[in-house]
């Protein structure tokens, strides 16, 4: 089985930096995504990682380390419209599937 | 826009009904993906299918079940429905196993 953890909620300013870390516990990891959803909305994709270290795009970044089983998500220049939630998710393929498990995300809200 | 359609987008029932969701994925996506998403629990993944197989089986209860057609749309049947079903379920599609794509859901309200 799959267990991943992650902060329920963050409050951060606008024109900040903020980072959000998730933990996982896998039997056959094959990637960590990082999805952004609106209250009400699908979730959107943000960013991959398979392999240790930082990947970039523009005011977003995500980092992993494989053998602390650790990510996390960097929002950088903070604006409004960035509240929601972020989730964190593991890809397994341990089943033979290359299915996502999710952690229950971590609401941010971002304040003036 | 990810592509994937899901139809309809709000549906209100009554307990002990069955209804049935739809999904289209995006163009050339062999695989889908159905979760449900509730306040309390989250995105759980229910099945997967991959070019008309079934291709792995999450959490999904045996009043449920799926099925993607010749086409690639997929279907997920819900029946004796209970309160506890009402959630948002979304349905996911992906080219072989690489990044999924949410459709915008399906508000399944059970009275």
């Known amino acids: 089985g799959q267990n991943i953890d992650q902060p329920t909620e963050m409050t951060a300013t606008e024109g900040a930096i903020v980072q959000i870390n998730c933990t996982y516990q896998t039997s056959g990891f094959n990637g960590l995504f990082w999805y952004q959803q609106h209250a009400g909305e699908a979730p959107t994709f943000l960013s991959y990682?398979?392999?240790?270290g930082l990947e970039e795009k523009g005011r977003f970044s995500s980092f992993l380390s494989r053998s602390k089983g650790y990510s996390y998500l960097l929002l950088k220049e903070l604006q409004m419209k960035d509240s929601a939630s972020y989730l964190c998710?593991?890809?397994?393929?341990?089943?033979?599937?290359?299915?996502?498990?999710f952690g229950k995300g971590t609401k941010l809200s971002v304040i003036p | 826009d990810s592509g994937v359609t899901q139809t309809p987008k709000h549906l209100i029932t009554a307990t002990g009904q069955r209804v049935t969701l739809r999904c289209s994925p995006r163009s050339g996506d062999l695989s889908v993906y159905w979760y449900q998403q509730s306040l309390d629990q989250g995105l759980q993944f229910l099945i997967q299918y991959y070019n008309g197989e079934e291709r792995a089986k999450g959490n999904i209860l045996e009043r449920f079940s799926a099925q993607q057609f010749p086409d690639l749309h997929s279907e997920l049947n819900l029946s004796s429905l209970e309160l506890g079903d009402s959630a948002l379920y979304f349905c996911?599609?992906?080219?072989?196993?690489?990044?999924?794509?949410f459709g915008p859901g399906t508000r399944l309200l059970v009275l």
């Open positions: 998710a593991v890809r397994d393929s341990g089943a033979g599937s290359y299915q996502l498990t």
């Open positions: 996911a599609s992906s080219v072989a196993e690489e990044t999924q794509y």
């Open positions: 990682n398979v392999l240790d």
